[in-house]
C-alpha cells in the first residue's frame, strides 16, 4: 500500500511542530525520516498511527484519507511501533503479541484459529517463539522490541511505523532489529536516529528540520557533507562503505564546533 | 536470519508468566463461593446448623412456608442477604480496582488509594446529612449522590497527577491520598454536624466499611449495577490490554483512548459510588485481588476480569464471616479487617517496586 502525507501541520498547545510537511512511501518502500531532536519526527509519525489529529494537511492510504476510515479500521492497515517503553504489568509475550490482533476482533470475541496462527507466524518470524510464556516486562530491551515488532506483524498491516526502534538498544540488536524489517518488508516509515543505519536500511529519506521537509531523494543523494553541517550540525565525511557500498558517514568527533561555525 | 539473541541458558533463567488455565481457577473459585456463602449464613452470634440453613433456604426458593421463629429470621433476613451483599460488593471491588489499575497504568492503584471512595463517601454522608430523602427508591439517591462525589474526586486526583504533562505513578498515588484525607475530613466534619449521636456512631461505623446495613431491599442495585460493569468491562477487555502498554501503542491499535478513558472513568465511578452507598469505604480489596489474580492467571482482562470479581466476591465472604466472629460481643467494620490485612500487602508491594527500580 501506498502511504502520502499531504501538507502535513500540527500544532501542539499552540506550537507548530510540523508545518507543511510531504512525505511519500511507495508499496514495499522503506522510507526514513532523519533530523535533529525536535525536528518533529515522532510527532509526523503520530498522525500517521492516529495518535495526533493533524491541524490540516491529511495522511492517505492509496488515496483514501485515514481520518475518514474508523480507527479499528485504520489500525488493520497501520501498525506502529511507538517509542513507548511498555509496561509494569505481568503480560506475557504471547498476550502482547495477541494484542495485534485487537483491531480484528469484536467486544467477547476470543482469538480463534486464523487468530492463533498469525500470532505464532509473527512470533516465528521475529524468533520469539520459546519467550512465548515469558513476562514481557523482565525481558531486555531487545527482546522487548522485537516482541513489540512481532505484535506490529500480527495485526498484518499494510505499512509499519516506527519510530526509533533501536533506541537504547546495543549495536548487535540494533542490526538484528533493523534486519528483521528488511527480511520482512512491507511499506515501512521509519524514524532512525542513527544516519548509518538509514543511509543502509532505507530506499529513500526525508530529512525534517524544524517541522519542515528539508530534503528528501536517495540516501546517496540526501546524506551529503553540506546537509551534515547544515541540518546536524557535525562535520563528517561521506564515503563508501567497504564492505557493503552503502554510504557510510565517518563523522568528525572533533570538528562539531567548526561546522557549526560554518552554518 | 532471526539470530538467537540471548544463550539457551539465559532463556530459561527468564521468569515466565505463571499461567493457570482460568477455567480451573474459575471453578474452584465458584465451589469456594459456594462454600463461603453456605459458612457465612450459619456461623455468627448463634450458629445454626448447616442442614437447617439449607431446609431454611430451600423452603423460601420453592416456595414451601419454613418454620418460622428465630432461626428462620436470623438466616434468611439478616445472614443470606449480608453474605450475598459480601459477594457483590467484593466482586464490584474487584472489578473497580483491575479497571481502574488499567485506567491509570498502574498496578498500585485501588479506588481507595485513589481517593474515589472517600468522595463516594463525602457524596453519601451529604445526602444523609442534608437529604430528608436519603435512600428513596432503592438508595438511589445515595448511591447518585456517592456517584457524584465518586466521579468528582477522581477527575480532580487525575488532574492533579497529570499537571504539567507529566504522568507519574507516585504522583497520582500521592494525589489520591492527599485528596482522599482532604475529603475523609470533610466527611467527618459533615458527620459531627449532626447532633444525633446515635446517628453519628452508625455513620461512623459505616464509614469505616461494614456490610451491617445489608437487608433483601438494599441488594437488588449494587447486584445489577456489578453485572452491567462487568459486562461493560469485559465487552473493552482487548481496550485495557491495549492501555496497559500505552496511550500511544492504544492509538496504533485502533483504540479510541481518549473515549475509553471516558467509559472508563464512568463506569468505575458509578460502581464505586454505589458500593460505597451500600457499605462504605472498603480498602484496599480492589487492591489485593487483582494483584494476585494477575499472579494467577495473568494479566489478560479477558481472563482477568471474571477471575477478579470471583475473587473478591470469595474474599469479602470470608472475611465479613472474620468481622461477625472475631470479637465476642460486637462484630468489626469490615474495612477495619480488610485495612489489616490490606496495609501490608500494600507496602510489600511498594518495597518489591522500589526494590526493581
Redesign the interface.
Known sequence: MRIAIEDLVVALAGRTVVSGVDVIAEPGEIVGVVGPNGSGKSTMLRTVYRHLKPTSGRVLLDGRDLRAMSATEAARHVAALPQERGSDFELSVLEVVAMGRTPYKRAFAGDDDRDRRIIAEAMAQVGVTELAGRSFSALSGGERQRVLLARAFAQEPDVLVLDEPTNHLDLRHQIDLLGLLRQHRRTTLIALHDLNAAASLCDRLHVLRDGQVVDSGKPRDVLTVDLLAEVFGVRAAVVEHPLTGDPLIAFDHQGVREAGRAR | ??????PRQD?AQ????P?VRAGLVATVLVVALVAGLALATAVGSSFVPLGQVWSIVVGHLVGTKPVPGTPDLIVWQLRVPRALLAAVVGAGLGLVGTAV?ALV???LADPYLLGISSGASLGAVAVIVFGATAGGVLGLGLSAAAFLGALGSFALVWALARRGGGFS?LRLVLAGVGIGQFLAGATSYLVLQTADEQQTRGVLFWLMGSLSGAKWSVLALPAIVVVLGFLLL???A??L??L??????A??????VGRLRRELFVVTSVLTGVLVAVSGAIGFVGLMVPHVC??VV???H?RLLPISALTGAVLLVVVDIAARVALSDQELPIGVVTALIGAPTLLYLLDR?LERA
Request: glycine share 14%; aromatic share 0%.
Open positions: 536470519m532471526a539470530v538467537e539473541s540471548l532463556r527468564l521468569p515466565a508468566v499461567k489499575q497504568r498502574n498496578p505513578p469485559q465487552a473493552r482487548r481496550g490490554n491495549a496497559l502498554m500505552g496511550d500511544e501503542t492509538a496504533g491499535l485502533g483504540i479510541d494477575r499472579l495473568g494479566g489478560d479477558r517496586r
